[in-house]
């Protein structure tokens, strides 16, 4: 597993430099069959971004707040 820092992830929409740096991870993580997570997806637009990006697995607040129960990821697509 790699997983990428919200600071990485925050504004990505916009960012050109953290989108190739992203990029860049994904293609390393894919070459060594490594699974991506991004932490910190706060916006459908950095949900959007990452997921076309290729990055595997995503957790934030877009998704829920911390508790339970866990949503659906199929609530996002």
């Known amino acids: 597993y790699i997983k ?3 600071s990485l992830i925050r504004q990505i ?3 050109s430099t953290k989108q190739q740096i992203v990029l860049s991870m994904i293609l390393f993580s894919n070459g060594i069959h490594a699974v991506t997570t991004d932490e910190g ?3 459908r637009e950095e949900f959007d971004k990452v997921q076309s990006l290729g990055v595997t697995l995503g957790q934030g607040f877009y998704f829920a707040k911390p508790g ?3 949503p659906k990821v199929s609530d996002f697509i």
């Open 4 to 6: 990428f820092d919200r």
């Open 68 to 70: 339970k129960p866990f």
């Open 13 to 15: 929409d916009t960012n």
């Open 41 to 43: 997806i706060e916006t």
